[in-house]
C-alpha cells in the first residue's frame, strides 16, 4: 500500500469521525447526560440505570459475540486452513490488480468493525424481550395444543425468534464474507476452504431448522383459519409439513458435514431437492387440505379451535366476567319514579364535550394565552349528593401570545404555568343557556368546600410542552388581576437543579438554546422543569406501557392531580383475536400526575395480572401498590373509555359462547348509529349515574348500547362500574327478542319527524345559526328507558354554543322544552295546563274571586302550590317537584268537598 492510499484512508477516517461519529456520539451523551439528572430528580435513577445497563450488556456481548465470529472466520481460519494469500482482482484489457495481506487486513477489519457495531446494536434494542423472558410470570394458563404455559407464547417465544434471526444474520454475514475471501483468493475449490463454508452452511441450515419449530409453535396466532389461532389445517397440515421440512434442513447440515471429507455433492443435491419439493408441498398441500377437506366440513372440523377462540379471547381481553341479565322494558313512568330517580336524573349529560369546550374558551379562557385542551367528566359528592360534573384545565400556551412577546426570557422565565381548572354540573344550565360553573374565573372561586383549590397552578399538563426555569431572578407571571399581573415564585421541589457550568452547557445544547448557558438570570438555585407534557413525562418512564388518550384532573386536598390510565398489552396471546395490533389487555396501572410538584406515581391496580407482575420485577421501585394511594383519589377512578370500546366492540361478537352461533354469525351485535352535531357517526360510550336494576345504590359507571347487525332496534346495553368494591365489573342487560325496543338511530328519525322540532330546527338553521345535535343518551330507569339529546344554538359569528333545548323520548312520545325537567313533565303527559287571572273555565264557571272565602282561598293556595312545583321542575328538583303536587291534590280535594257541600 503506498503512502498517498495509507494518507487518503487515514484523513478519511478522520474526515468521518468528524462529521458523523463525533456529533453522533456528542449528542447521545448530552442526552444521556440530561436524562440521568431527569430520573434522579423524580427518584426514578434506578428505573433509568436498569434500562441503561441492560442496554449496555446486550450491546456488549453483541459486539463481543459478533466479532469474535467474524475475527474467528474471517482472520483466524482462512490463515490457518490456506496461510498467507493475496486478492487477485483483475480488470478488462489490464493487469491484475493486487490487494497485500496487510491492506485486507485493514479492510475486513473495517468491515467486521462495522458489522459488529450493527449487530450490537440490533441486540440492544432487544433489551425489553430479554428483561421479560427472564423476569416471566406464569399466565396458569396452558394452550390447548402444546400445553405450554402462555407465558411461553408472551414472553419465551419472542426471545426465542429475536435471538435466532440475529443469529442467521451473523451466520449469513460471515457465510457470505468467507465465500468472497476464498472466491477473490482463488481458493474457493481447495478441501479446507470447502470445509469452512460447509461447516458455516450446517449452522444455517440447523437455524433454519430451529426457525421452522418456532414458526410451529407461532401458528397459535394464525389468521389463515375461519377463526384468529390454529385452525384444522394449521394442526393437521402446516405443522407436520414444518416438522418435515426441520428434518430435511437438519439432514442437510449433517450431509453438508459428511461432505467435508467424503465430498459427494449428489447426496447434498438430493438434500436440496428433498426441501424444494416440501417447500412447493408447503404451498399447496394446506391449501388442498383447507379446500378439499375443511371447507365441505367446515364447522365439524373447526368446532374445537372455534371454541379454543372464543375462550381465549375472552380471557384476553376481560370478557369472561360480563355478567349477563335480562332486562324487560315493562315499566310505566310516572312522577313518583322521576322523583325516587332524581340522583340519576339530576346527573342526565346535557353538555356535550364539544360545545362545552367552545363555550368555556369564550367565557373562561380570561386570556389569549390560556387553552383548555380537553372537556373531563367525573363526578363529586356533593351536599351529600353524588353529582357528575365537566372540567377542563386552564393550561397556558406561549405559541398564543403575541409575536413580539414571545421572547425567551417570556416564554422560559416567566409565563412558565397555567392556572386553575373550570368545573361545571353535566345536567345544569343557565337561564342564558350556559354552564353552571362551580369552579370558575381567576384566582378560582368554588361554590363547595371540597371544591377549594389552594394550588392552582398548572406546571404539568396536557399541552404544557415547552421547558421552563425556576427560581430565577425573574418572578414568574402568575394570574392577571384587571389591569395588573399578579407574579410569583416556584415553591414545589421539581426539576434538575441547574449548578455548575457542565449542567448549564449540557442544557443548552439539549435545547439548543444558548440564553440557558449565557443569561444572568440563570443561577445555582434554579431548576428547570422539561417534559411537562403528561404523555411525555409518563411514556419516558414506563414506555412499556400503553397510556390512554384521556388523563382527567381531579381536584384532591386543595390541589390539581391528573389521574392517567394505563394498559399492559400483548400481541402474542394464543388463539385471541387481534384489535388494534394487540390481543391481550388489562389496565393495570393508574398513573398519577401532581399539576404543580410533577409527582409521578404508577399504581399497580390490577396485580393479578402476570405482565404486570414481570415488570414489577423488572423495575421494583416503579410500582407502588394501590393500597397506597390517597382514598380520596381511589374515589374518582374511572373505567377508562379506551379499553371499554374495545372490550364492547369484541364482545359484539364474543356474547355468542355457542360455536355454532358464533360460526353462522346468527346473533351479531353491532355499534348503534346517531346524529352527532350534524352527521351520522357510532354512539360513543358514555358515563352515567344509574341504579342497575335490583339495587338500591347509585353508581357511576359507562354504557354503550347494541343493535342488530344490519338493524337499528336497540337488542342490549354493555355497562362497567366505576365506583367503590365493584370497580371494573361489567355486565350486559339484553332485550327480549320478541319486543321492539327503538335504537339511537330510530329515535334520531323520530326527532326528525316530528313536525314541530322539525320546524324548529329549521327555523333555527335560517336565520344566521346553526344547531348542533349533541350526544343521544340512553337511560335505564324502573324498566324503562328515557332517550334524551341536547340541542345547542350557535350563531355564524359566535363560537359561543348555548343549550336552547333538551329533547325527550319515551316509548311512543317525544317532547322538546327548555330543560330536561319540562321535557319530561311533556313526555309523560303530567304538565298542567294553565289559566290565565279571572279566565272563565270550560265548565262556565265563575272565575276564583266570585267563589265563597274559603273555596277562594283553598284555590289560591292550590295555585301557589302548582307554581312551586312548576319551579322546581325548571330546577330539576324532583323532590320539591313531588312535595308540592303532593300539597296541591290535598288543597284541590279540599277544595272538591267545599263545593259538594
Same mark, same amino acid.
Given at each position: 500500500?503506498?503512502?498517498?492510499?495509507?494518507?487518503?484512508?487515514?484523513?478519511?477516517?478522520?474526515?468521518?469521525?468528524?462529521?458523523?461519529?463525533?456529533?453522533?456520539?456528542?449528542?447521545?451523551?448530552?442526552?444521556?447526560?440530561?436524562?440521568?439528572?431527569?430520573?434522579?430528580?423524580?427518584?426514578?435513577?434506578?428505573?433509568?440505570?436498569?434500562?441503561?445497563?441492560?442496554?449496555?450488556?446486550?450491546?456488549?456481548?453483541?459486539?463481543?459475540?459478533?466479532?469474535?465470529?467474524?475475527?474467528?472466520?474471517?482472520?483466524?481460519?482462512?490463515?490457518?486452513?490456506?496461510?498467507?494469500?493475496?486478492?487477485?482482482?483483475?480488470?478488462?484489457?489490464?493487469?491484475?490488480?493486487?490487494?497485500?495481506?496487510?491492506?485486507?487486513?485493514?479492510?475486513?477489519?473495517?468491515?467486521?468493525?462495522?458489522?459488529?457495531?450493527?449487530?450490537?446494536?440490533?441486540?440492544?434494542?432487544?433489551?425489553?424481550?430479554?428483561?421479560?423472558?427472564?423476569?416471566?410470570?406464569?399466565?396458569?394458563?396452558?394452550?390447548?395444543?402444546?400445553?405450554?404455559?402462555?407465558?411461553?407464547?408472551?414472553?419465551?417465544?419472542?426471545?426465542?425468534?429475536?435471538?435466532?434471526?440475529?443469529?442467521?444474520?451473523?451466520?449469513?454475514?460471515?457465510?457470505?464474507?468467507?465465500?468472497?475471501?476464498?472466491?477473490?483468493?482463488?481458493?474457493?475449490?481447495?478441501?479446507?476452504?470447502?470445509?469452512?463454508?460447509?461447516?458455516?452452511?450446517?449452522?444455517?441450515?440447523?437455524?433454519?431448522?430451529?426457525?421452522?419449530?418456532?414458526?410451529?409453535?407461532?401458528?397459535?396466532?394464525?389468521?389463515?383459519?375461519?377463526?384468529?389461532?390454529?385452525?384444522?389445517?394449521?394442526?393437521?397440515?402446516?405443522?407436520?409439513?414444518?416438522?418435515?421440512?426441520?428434518?430435511?434442513?437438519?439432514?442437510?447440515?449433517?450431509?453438508?458435514?459428511?461432505?467435508?471429507?467424503?465430498?459427494?455433492?449428489?447426496?447434498?443435491?438430493?438434500?436440496?431437492?428433498?426441501?424444494?419439493?416440501?417447500?412447493?408441498?408447503?404451498?399447496?398441500?394446506?391449501?388442498?387440505?383447507?379446500?378439499?377437506?375443511?371447507?365441505?366440513?367446515?364447522?365439524?372440523?373447526?368446532?374445537?379451535?372455534?371454541?379454543?377462540?372464543?375462550?381465549?379471547?375472552?380471557?384476553?381481553?376481560?370478557?369472561?366476567?360480563?355478567?349477563?341479565?335480562?332486562?324487560?322494558?315493562?315499566?310505566?313512568?310516572?312522577?313518583?319514579?322521576?322523583?325516587?330517580?332524581?340522583?340519576?336524573?339530576? #346527573?342526565?349529560?346535557?353538555?356535550?364535550?364539544?360545545?362545552?369546550?367552545?363555550?368555556?374558551?369564550?367565557?373562561?379562557?380570561?386570556?389569549?394565552?390560556?387553552?383548555?385542551?380537553?372537556?373531563?367528566?367525573?363526578?363529586?359528592?356533593?351536599?351529600?349528593?353524588?353529582?357528575?360534573?365537566?372540567?377542563?384545565?386552564?393550561?397556558?400556551?406561549?405559541?398564543?401570545?403575541?409575536?413580539?412577546?414571545?421572547?425567551?426570557?417570556?416564554?422560559?422565565?416567566?409565563?412558565?404555568?397555567?392556572?386553575?381548572?373550570?368545573?361545571?354540573?353535566?345536567?345544569?344550565?343557565?337561564?342564558?343557556?350556559?354552564?353552571?360553573?362551580?369552579?370558575?374565573?381567576?384566582? !378560582?372561586?368554588?361554590?363547595?368546600?371540597?371544591?377549594?383549590?389552594?394550588?392552582?397552578?398548572?406546571?404539568?399538563?396536557?399541552?404544557?410542552?415547552?421547558?421552563?426555569?425556576?427560581?430565577?431572578?425573574?418572578?414568574?407571571?402568575?394570574?392577571?388581576?384587571?389591569?395588573?399581573?399578579?407574579?410569583?415564585?416556584?415553591?414545589?421541589?421539581?426539576?434538575?437543579?441547574?449548578?455548575?457550568?457542565?449542567?448549564?452547557?449540557?442544557?443548552?445544547?439539549?435545547?439548543?438554546?444558548?440564553?440557558?448557558?449565557?443569561?444572568?438570570?440563570?443561577?445555582?438555585?434554579?431548576?428547570?422543569?422539561?417534559?411537562?407534557?403528561?404523555?411525555?413525562?409518563?411514556?419516558?418512564?414506563?414506555?412499556?406501557?400503553?397510556?390512554?388518550?384521556?388523563?382527567?384532573?381531579?381536584?384532591?386536598?386543595?390541589?390539581?392531580?391528573?389521574?392517567?390510565?394505563?394498559?399492559?398489552?400483548?400481541?402474542?396471546?394464543?388463539?385471541?383475536? !387481534?384489535?388494534?395490533?394487540?390481543?391481550?389487555?388489562?389496565?393495570?396501572?393508574?398513573?398519577?400526575?401532581?399539576?404543580?410538584?410533577?409527582?409521578?406515581?404508577?399504581?399497580?391496580?390490577?396485580?393479578?395480572?402476570?405482565?404486570?407482575?414481570?415488570?414489577?420485577?423488572?423495575?421494583?421501585?416503579?410500582?407502588?401498590?394501590?393500597?397506597?394511594?390517597?382514598?380520596?383519589?381511589?374515589?374518582?377512578?374511572?373505567?377508562?373509555?379506551?379499553?371499554?370500546?374495545?372490550?364492547?366492540?369484541?364482545?359484539?361478537?364474543?356474547?355468542?359462547?355457542?360455536?355454532?352461533?358464533?360460526?353462522?354469525?346468527?346473533?351479531?351485535?353491532?355499534?348503534?348509529?346517531?346524529?352527532?352535531?350534524?352527521?351520522?357517526?357510532?354512539?360513543?360510550?358514555?358515563?352515567?349515574?344509574?341504579?342497575?336494576?335490583?339495587?338500591?345504590?347509585?353508581?357511576?359507571?359507562?354504557?354503550?348500547?347494541?343493535?342488530?347487525?344490519?338493524?337499528?332496534?336497540?337488542?342490549?346495553?354493555?355497562?362497567?362500574?366505576?365506583?367503590?368494591?365493584?370497580?371494573?365489573?361489567?355486565?350486559?342487560?339484553?332485550?327480549?327478542?320478541?319486543?321492539?325496543?327503538?335504537?339511537?338511530?330510530?329515535?334520531?328519525?323520530?326527532?326528525?319527524?316530528?313536525?314541530?322540532?322539525?320546524?324548529?330546527?329549521?327555523?333555527? #338553521?335560517?336565520?344566521?345559526?346553526?344547531?348542533?345535535?349533541?350526544?343521544?343518551?340512553?337511560? !335505564?330507569?324502573?324498566?324503562?328507558?328515557?332517550?334524551?339529546?341536547?340541542?345547542?344554538?350557535?350563531?355564524?359569528?359566535?363560537?359561543?354554543?348555548?343549550?336552547?333545548?333538551?329533547?325527550?323520548?319515551?316509548?311512543?312520545?317525544?317532547?322538546?322544552?327548555?330543560?330536561?325537567?319540562?321535557?319530561?313533565?311533556?313526555?309523560?303527559?303530567?304538565?298542567?295546563?294553565?289559566?290565565?287571572?279571572?279566565?272563565?273555565?270550560?265548565?262556565?264557571?265563575?272565575?276564583?274571586?266570585?267563589?265563597?272565602?274559603?273555596?277562594?282561598?283553598?284555590?289560591?293556595?292550590?295555585?301557589?302550590?302548582?307554581?312551586?312545583?312548576?319551579?322546581?321542575?325548571?330546577?330539576?328538583?324532583?323532590?320539591?317537584?313531588?312535595?308540592?303536587?303532593?300539597?296541591?291534590?290535598?288543597?284541590?280535594?279540599?277544595?272538591?268537598?267545599?263545593?259538594?257541600?
Amino acid at each position: 500500500m503506498t503512502q498517498r492510499v495509507r494518507r487518503i484512508l487515514i484523513l478519511g477516517a478522520v474526515a468521518f469521525g468528524a462529521l458523523v461519529v463525533l456529533p453522533i456520539l456528542s449528542g447521545s451523551a448530552i442526552t444521556f447526560y440530561t436524562d440521568w439528572l431527569w430520573f434522579d430528580s423524580l427518584g426514578q435513577l434506578s428505573t433509568f440505570q436498569t434500562r441503561f445497563l441492560s442496554r449496555v450488556v446486550l450491546w456488549i456481548l453483541g459486539a463481543l459475540l459478533a466479532m469474535a465470529v467474524l475475527a474467528v472466520n474471517w482472520f483466524f481460519l482462512p490463515r490457518r486452513l490456506l496461510g498467507r494469500f493475496q486478492f487477485q482482482l483483475r480488470r478488462e484489457g489490464g493487469a491484475a490488480i493486487t490487494i497485500g495481506a496487510r491492506l485486507l487486513t485493514i479492510i475486513l477489519s473495517v468491515i467486521a468493525v462495522l458489522v459488529a457495531l450493527t449487530m450490537a446494536s440490533a441486540a440492544a434494542e432487544q433489551w425489553m424481550t430479554a428483561l421479560k423472558f427472564i423476569h416471566a410470570n406464569p399466565f396458569a394458563l396452558s394452550d390447548p395444543v402444546f400445553g405450554f404455559d402462555v407465558s411461553f407464547h408472551v414472553f419465551k417465544l419472542p426471545f426465542y425468534r429475536s435471538l435466532l434471526s440475529w443469529s442467521m444474520g451473523l451466520v449469513v454475514v460471515a457465510l457470505i464474507g468467507n465465500t468472497l475471501i476464498y472466491l477473490f483468493a482463488g481458493r474457493i475449490r481447495e478441501a479446507q476452504a470447502i470445509g469452512h463454508l460447509s461447516v458455516l452452511g450446517a449452522l444455517f441450515l440447523v437455524a433454519r431448522g430451529l426457525g421452522y419449530q418456532l414458526q410451529r409453535w407461532s401458528l397459535l396466532q394464525s389468521s389463515a383459519g375461519v377463526v384468529y389461532g390454529a385452525g384444522y389445517t394449521d394442526v393437521h397440515a402446516r405443522m407436520p409439513l414444518l416438522y418435515l421440512l426441520t428434518g430435511v434442513v437438519v439432514i442437510g447440515a449433517l450431509v453438508l458435514l459428511f461432505n467435508i471429507w467424503v465430498r459427494r455433492w449428489r447426496l447434498l443435491l438430493g438434500v436440496g431437492g428433498a426441501w424444494l419439493a416440501l417447500s412447493l408441498v408447503g404451498q399447496i398441500y394446506p391449501t388442498t387440505v383447507q379446500r378439499f377437506t375443511v371447507e365441505p366440513n367446515e364447522l365439524a372440523l373447526e368446532r374445537p379451535f372455534i371454541e379454543h377462540n372464543i375462550r381465549f379471547t375472552r380471557h384476553a381481553y376481560g370478557l369472561d366476567g360480563i355478567q349477563e341479565f335480562d332486562y324487560q322494558v315493562t315499566g310505566e313512568l310516572t312522577s313518583d319514579d322521576l322523583i325516587d330517580n332524581e340522583d340519576t336524573l339530576g #346527573n342526565v349529560r346535557l353538555w356535550d364535550w364539544r360545545p362545552l369546550r367552545a363555550t368555556f374558551e369564550q367565557i373562561q379562557e380570561i386570556r389569549t394565552y390560556y387553552t383548555f385542551a380537553d372537556i373531563d367528566i367525573d363526578r363529586y359528592t356533593l351536599d351529600g349528593t353524588l353529582r357528575q360534573v365537566n372540567l377542563a384545565v386552564r393550561e397556558l400556551d406561549t405559541e398564543q401570545m403575541r409575536e413580539d412577546a414571545r421572547t425567551w426570557i417570556n416564554q422560559h422565565l416567566i409565563y412558565t404555568h397555567g392556572y386553575g381548572i373550570c368545573l361545571s354540573p353535566v345536567a345544569e344550565v343557565s337561564e342564558e343557556g350556559l354552564p353552571n360553573l362551580l369552579v370558575r374565573n381567576i384566582p !378560582p372561586q368554588s361554590e363547595d368546600v371540597r371544591l377549594e383549590i389552594e394550588r392552582p397552578e398548572i406546571y404539568f399538563g396536557e399541552k404544557t410542552s415547552n421547558y421552563v426555569i425556576v427560581n430565577t431572578t425573574e418572578d414568574e407571571f402568575d394570574y392577571p388581576s384587571g389591569d395588573q399581573n399578579v407574579y410569583t415564585r416556584y415553591e414545589g421541589a421539581a426539576g434538575v437543579p441547574m449548578r455548575g457550568l457542565l449542567r448549564r452547557a449540557a442544557f443548552a445544547l439539549r435545547f439548543n438554546s444558548s440564553p440557558i448557558l449565557l443569561s444572568n438570570a440563570v443561577s445555582a438555585d434554579s431548576r428547570i422543569l422539561f417534559r411537562r407534557a403528561l404523555t411525555d413525562r409518563v411514556e419516558m418512564l414506563a414506555p412499556m406501557l400503553w397510556f390512554d388518550a384521556d388523563p382527567y384532573p381531579v381536584i384532591v386536598g386543595g390541589r390539581i392531580v391528573w389521574l392517567y390510565d394505563a394498559y399492559t398489552w400483548s400481541s402474542r396471546f394464543p388463539y385471541s383475536r !387481534p384489535a388494534g395490533g394487540l390481543n391481550y389487555i388489562r389496565n393495570s396501572v393508574k398513573a398519577t400526575v401532581d399539576a404543580y410538584t410533577g409527582e409521578t406515581t404508577f399504581y399497580v391496580v390490577d396485580p393479578d395480572d402476570p405482565i404486570i407482575q414481570t415488570y414489577q420485577a423488572i423495575f421494583p421501585n416503579l410500582f407502588t401498590p394501590a393500597e397506597e394511594m390517597d382514598p380520596a383519589l381511589e374515589d374518582h377512578w374511572r373505567y377508562p373509555e379506551q379499553l371499554f370500546r374495545i372490550q364492547a366492540d369484541l364482545y359484539g361478537t364474543y356474547h355468542m359462547e355457542d360455536p355454532r352461533v358464533f360460526y353462522n354469525q346468527e346473533d351479531l351485535w353491532q355499534t348503534p348509529m346517531e346524529i352527532r352535531e350534524s352527521k351520522t357517526a357510532e354512539v360513543a360510550p358514555y358515563y352515567v349515574t344509574i341504579r342497575l336494576p335490583d339495587s338500591e345504590q347509585v353508581e357511576f359507571m359507562m354504557i354503550r348500547p347494541y343493535v342488530p347487525a344490519g338493524k337499528q332496534n336497540m337488542i342490549a346495553w354493555l355497562y362497567a362500574d366505576s365506583d367503590g368494591s365493584d370497580y371494573g365489573k361489567l355486565g350486559v342487560y339484553k332485550f327480549s327478542k320478541e319486543a321492539l325496543v327503538y335504537g339511537p338511530m330510530q329515535i334520531e328519525s323520530r326527532i326528525d319527524q316530528d313536525p314541530t322540532i322539525s320546524q324548529q330546527l329549521t327555523l333555527w #338553521n335560517q336565520r344566521g345559526s346553526s344547531v348542533n345535535r349533541g350526544n343521544l343518551i340512553v337511560i !335505564p330507569i324502573d324498566g324503562t328507558l328515557l332517550y334524551v339529546e341536547p340541542l345547542y344554538l350557535q350563531a355564524e359569528a359566535s363560537r359561543l354554543p348555548e343549550l336552547k333545548r333538551v329533547v325527550v323520548s319515551y316509548q311512543n312520545r317525544v317532547a322538546m322544552a327548555n330543560s330536561l325537567s319540562s321535557a319530561l313533565a311533556q313526555v309523560l303527559g303530567e304538565t298542567p295546563v294553565t289559566q290565565e287571572p279571572g279566565q272563565v273555565p270550560e265548565t262556565g264557571q265563575e272565575p276564583t274571586e266570585a267563589l265563597p272565602v274559603g273555596v277562594r282561598d283553598l284555590a289560591r293556595s292550590a295555585q301557589a302550590h302548582y307554581e312551586a312545583a312548576q319551579e322546581c321542575l325548571e330546577n330539576g328538583n324532583w323532590t320539591c317537584y313531588g312535595e308540592e303536587l303532593e300539597a296541591m291534590e290535598r288543597d284541590l280535594e279540599a277544595l272538591v268537598d267545599a263545593t259538594e257541600d
